[in-house]
């Protein structure tokens, strides 16, 4: 047993952080934002440059071959530097499914691209009533010859404003909620039939609606069993969840060392803020929580190499439910330690405090998984 | 990073499962699943049975009797005691006194008390609090004072955890009214047996009688009877406190807790069907049961952490665990209350005595009562928070 991260892992974190504290600070945070689509193509190429982008890929398709710790450092520092590139849209998923489920031809199609920084990828997997249930699809896929005709509407598909490749939950058999006859299809983001309405979300991401109205793809956009994809499916968010598990910790993280930081210097009666009884449990309870999450974040990551598919899914979804209470409580206290600076857009905290929130928003929230988990046999 | 036993360890873990399963009286076990009181004989002799196994005081150095295990292997001992149940040690000997002895104790006191304390032929008990120091423990006013070759000893102690079963108590006594109220406090070793003392006992709210006021009035304790220097004290109290880790969040303790809320919610009806099939039980009882998985891999990030670098004499992630765990603790006393409903309510005033057929049902309410105790005792969880703001968060 052993929690500590080897010497090339302690050197990869490091090597990351060192990079986001350079080009990362508030200020160029918000001029990224501005840019199209919501990011940073100079700081993509710099990810692409230091081998971030392709960490997780197979040393035969042009990666790293990094498994779940590596993951787990790459988005905890994300998180405390609160990222806007697509790497969770492009890497853990785009380049989950290829990794999951794709053909030789599909990852030598499309992994040296995302390795290079070249391609960016999003998810439409959201519908109006599919809230967290990714077996809840009605967006069709037809069969057309050798090929499929994709009709329907994908809600808040995160980076779908920049994004070249779309992978897109289709139904081609059955009804809206069985767990059979769902494929994931890799869709080119310019195909002739879809339109997309673009906006950015409250945590200061960009995402569009995007409606698919005929849209013709090839048999080789199919990833894995076209009419049993669910399980790729689920087996790609898992580790979407853990990734965001990963990054709700380096958020926390970050947050409550702000807010210490402030309740040191901020002055009030005469005295430092942090010398009150009330304020400092306070923050002793939000250390507590964050353990708790990191704790439950790593236990997520190490789940990702279980045999067993349902005890995997136990355990993240375990890890989520975690993250949301500590989440929660942590960003909520953050704002109320900081008082009326708090509340404003000018101070950091704020940001960290809305990432969280829609974290907890992304692919299932606490009481989501926390009926996951219920409905399972138990936990201990 | 990797967070699986290794085969060693797995191995180990099945040797202690066999070892309690050959060793430890089935009665025991019965009484420790349903909260029942074990009396003090019994506690005894199983406490020598696991010394003679060479495991009574496992942490300890070698030299004065431990077995040089890894933090892992004694996490593992623990959690396996707590999970079969089977009583842990008495903390009070084992992990309180014994390592103040064998850390700052002269050779005489560790040739005499060690091997006592480990197979339990001194019971021992705490004399730390007082009724004017709780929290603020240094405030304690139960003096000594030098008369030749004798302390004498007024003052009094309370909260005293089984002291009308104690051979020994350890005790801190001012030794200097004068100095700042840290400096002027001694560690002593004092027999229950002298001239002096007096033991009353305190009746808890769920009905039990474990703790006690203890009076000394004029009390004769040989100068020998002192740990290290005169008026270091504080500095042993605060070892002692902060020595205790790997058991102090009492995971095995709320694993078969909450083993046992599943057993009985699974009988017990509720609507027309068994009340584990409740979903807002359920969501209770899962919320717990995840917290308690994060506690377990807290506390197994610490114990690897040790493992590795050794230990770190002032660990505040102790604090932590203390605060979570005793959380915990209470959660499950909780579930279980309510797993019973109705039938928490009957009491029965003499749950020791061993003429009635007690039912089960009858120690869940006092379990929950007793519990309480858990957030209050061995440095409150405000005390706790006050640790965190100052040695991790420095506020």
Redesign the interface.
């Known amino acids: 047993m052993d929690f500590e991260l080897s010497e090339e892992q302690r050197l990869l974190k490091e090597s990351v952080a060192g990079q986001l504290t350079d080009a990362y600070d508030f200020e160029q945070r918000k001029k990224y934002m501005k840019e199209k689509g919501g990011w940073s193509k100079a700081i993509w190429s710099m990810f692409a440059e230091q081998g971030l982008l392709g960490l997780p890929f197979a040393e035969i398709d042009g990666g790293f071959g990094a498994g779940a710790v590596e993951s787990l450092i790459v988005m905890e520092s994300m998180g405390r530097a609160l990222v806007l590139e697509p790497y969770l849209p492009t890497v853990v998923i785009g380049g989950g499914f290829l990794r999951h489920g794709a053909s030789a031809a599909q990852k030598a199609a499309h992994i040296p691209l995302i390795i290079e920084g070249r391609k960016t990828f999003a998810f439409a997997q959201l519908e109006k009533s599919s809230r967290y249930d990714l077996n809840d699809v009605t967006t069709s896929a037809k069969k057309n010859g050798d090929g499929w005709i994709i009709d329907g509407e994908k809600f808040v598909v995160i980076n779908g404003e920049n994004a070249d490749a779309l992978i897109v939950t289709a139904r081609n058999t059955g009804a809206q909620r069985d767990r059979s006859g769902i494929g994931a299809f890799l869709v080119p983001a310019n195909a002739r039939g879809i339109s997309k309405r673009t906006y950015p979300t409250q945590d200061g991401l960009h995402a569009a609606d995007i409606t698919f109205t005929g849209v013709e793809v090839g048999s080789d956009a199919v990833i894995g069993d076209p009419e049993n994809g669910l399980p790729v499916i689920e087996r790609v968010v898992d580790d979407a969840r853990t990734a965001l598990c990963a990054e709700a910790v380096g958020v926390m993280n970050e947050s409550l060392k702000i807010t210490i930081e402030y309740m040191k210097t901020r002055k009030q009666f005469g005295v430092p803020i942090g010398s009150f009884q009330s304020l400092q449990h306070r923050a002793a309870d939000m250390f507590v929580a964050l353990e708790q999450a990191r704790s439950m974040s790593i236990f997520a990551s190490m789940a990702a190499d279980f045999d067993d598919a349902s005890e995997r899914a136990k355990a993240v979804a375990a890890a989520k439910v975690q993250i949301g209470r500590s989440g929660k409580f942590i960003g909520q206290q953050t704002i109320q330690l900081h008082g009326g600076i708090g509340m404003t857009m000018e101070a950091k905290v704020g940001h960290y405090f809305k990432r969280l929130t829609m974290i907890e928003s992304t692919f299932g929230d606490a009481g989501y998984h926390l009926r996951r988990v219920s409905e399972n046999d138990a936990l201990v | 990073?990797?967070?699986?036993?290794?085969k060693e360890?797995q191995a180990f873990r099945e040797e202690v499962r066999q070892f309690l399963r050959d060793n430890a009286p089935p009665g025991m076990r019965r009484k420790m699943v349903e909260g029942r009181h074990i009396p003090k004989e019994e506690l005894v002799t199983w406490w020598r049975i696991l010394n003679k196994k060479g495991w009574g005081v496992s942490h300890w150095p070698k030299e004065y009797g431990g077995t040089g295990w890894t933090p892992?292997q004694e996490y593992i001992l623990r959690e396996e005691l707590q999970m079969h149940p089977a009583p842990t040690p008495l903390a009070f000997g084992v992990n309180m006194v014994g390592p103040v002895i064998y850390t700052f104790g002269n050779k005489a006191q560790q040739k005499y008390y060690l091997p006592r304390i480990a197979n339990v032929d001194d019971w021992w008990c705490q004399g730390f609090s007082e009724p004017g120091a709780g929290s603020d423990l240094a405030s304690l006013k139960t003096k000594a004072e030098r008369q030749g070759s004798k302390w004498i000893i007024n003052g009094q102690k309370t909260w005293t955890t089984l002291a009308q079963y104690a051979d020994m108590i350890f005790c801190l006594c001012r030794t200097d009214p004068t100095a700042k109220k840290q400096s002027g406090i001694s560690f002593m070793l004092i027999d229950m047996k002298s001239k002096g003392i007096t033991v009353r006992p305190i009746q808890t709210i769920d009905g039990g009688h474990e703790i006690n006021e203890v009076f000394f009035d004029d009390v004769e304790v040989p100068i020998e009877n002192l740990v290290g220097e005169v008026n270091k004290g504080w500095d042993y109290a605060k070892f002692l406190l902060g020595n205790e880790r790997t058991g102090i969040a009492r995971v095995g303790v709320s694993?078969e807790r909450?083993?046992r809320i599943?057993e009985l919610a699974s009988k017990i009806e509720a609507c027309g069907r068994p009340l584990i099939q409740d979903?807002t039980f359920?969501?209770k009882?899962?919320?717990c049961?995840?917290?308690?998985?994060?506690?377990e891999?807290?506390q197994?990030?610490v114990?690897?952490?040790e493992?590795?670098h050794g230990r770190d004499k002032a660990n505040p992630a102790s604090s932590?665990l203390k605060?979570?765990g005793s959380e915990i603790q209470q959660t499950t006393t909780e579930l279980l209350l309510e797993v019973i409903g109705p039938f928490a309510m009957p009491y029965d005033e003499h749950p020791d005595s061993s003429h009635r057929a007690m039912d089960w049902t009858m120690q869940i309410a006092p379990s929950y009562f007793n519990n309480r105790k858990v957030s209050i005792y061995g440095g409150s969880d405000?005390i706790?928070?006050?640790i965190?703001?100052k040695a991790?968060?420095?506020?």
């Open positions: 990073m990797n967070f699986a036993f290794t360890e892992v694993k909450i083993r599943k979903p359920r969501e009882l899962v919320t049961e995840i917290e308690l998985k994060a506690l891999l807290t197994l990030r114990v690897a952490g493992s590795k932590m605060i979570k405000e706790q928070r006050n965190i703001t991790v968060l420095g506020l």
